[in-house]
């Protein structure tokens, strides 16, 4: 099946925990915009049984839901890539083979444009099992992903660089057939400068090792949560922005085209602790061009859903605002704050809204950039 997705239409790489909400923010994206992106869906674990104190699904159930899921929201038609946490301790119980042969199998076998990732945290086991099913499917389309690890944030650029080359060689394929993506995780606006210097450096080492079918620089600024930030309208800058914008300009990238990628309103960890203990505020974050918007209310636990109404309320009335035509996700605040009978949501109907106008705010930056 030919693909939608060229190497040079994409423009932007977004980082999205699987999960429903991200799942259904896609979904009413145009084939244009689905062309234009090159989603990395992580996986995320199976679901947790906490009062019980077990997993209520097996890895085979599990991927064939993720599967059907990601058929009904994001199609066969456009690439998608897919890293996990997988481990050599997830084992399957109904189908033979291991874990990780199985969830592509099941992707390719549905007809998902599934790309697998391989990340520098990647085991040799996972490396070989995933060069297994590709060799299978006859499928040759790679993603690499260079984390920068806590322990060790100022890797040398030629160590990255030889990272992608080794991995490129190992994988038998062409570099024009690998997305290289360098992802630096969370950022703040500590020491902005001496942040793009590095990377950008780390960067042109990729770049000069050879010619890769796009070069991505991914990074997330949105913190793990909102816990100290009172009741109200509060904004945060979007650093994972900026990082991009200032390192793209620096010299030692001159003339590349460089992919901007981010986390979205998400942090970059994902959140796996017992949801009971929890105490979740109503909030909304409302991407802008240089920061977001968060308008936070009370605990969903003591107050509901309900209070999201008159947050919609306080979000159309901002200067801000980018109104209902501008995305799937604005067009849901507006229907919220203006019509009654329109039910306030949920938290993942909040976090498609959000994921959905988000994306559609980067696309409309990216479209303004040119080779620098």
Known sequence: MALTNSKDQITYVPVLKWKLGEQ?????????????ILPI???QDRPFDWAKDKYSKTWDKHIRDVVKATVKHWGTQHEIAFDQPLTSADELVESAGTVWEFFF???????????????SYASTQEIAALMTASTAANRRRWVLRYVIDIDNPTPAPADVAKW???TATLLKTTPAEIDAVLDVAFVTDAELTAQVTRYAAILQAIFGANTWRNVVLAAGAFPVNLAGIPKGTHQIPRTDWALFLA?????ALEGKN??????????????DEDPRLLKMSANLRYTHWDKWFVIKGKS???????QYRDICKVLVLLPIYLKATFSHGDQNYSAVAANPSTGPGNATHWRRDATNHHIHVVLHQVATLSVT
Request: aromatic residues 12%; proline residues 5%; negative net charge.
């Open 24 to 36: 259904s923010a896609v979904q009413p994206l145009s084939a244009p915009q689905k062309t234009s």
């Open 41 to 43: 869906a992580e996986l």
């Open 105 to 119: 199998a099941e992707l390719w076998s549905a007809n998902v444009q599934a790309i697998p990732v391989i990340s």
């Open 164 to 166: 992608f080359l080794s």
């Open 247 to 251: 390192t793209r300009l620096d010299s």
């Open 258 to 271: 460089l992919i901007y990628g981010d986390y979205g309103i998400s942090h970059v960890a994902t959140f």
């Open 300 to 306: 969903v636990k003591d107050f509901g859903f309900d």
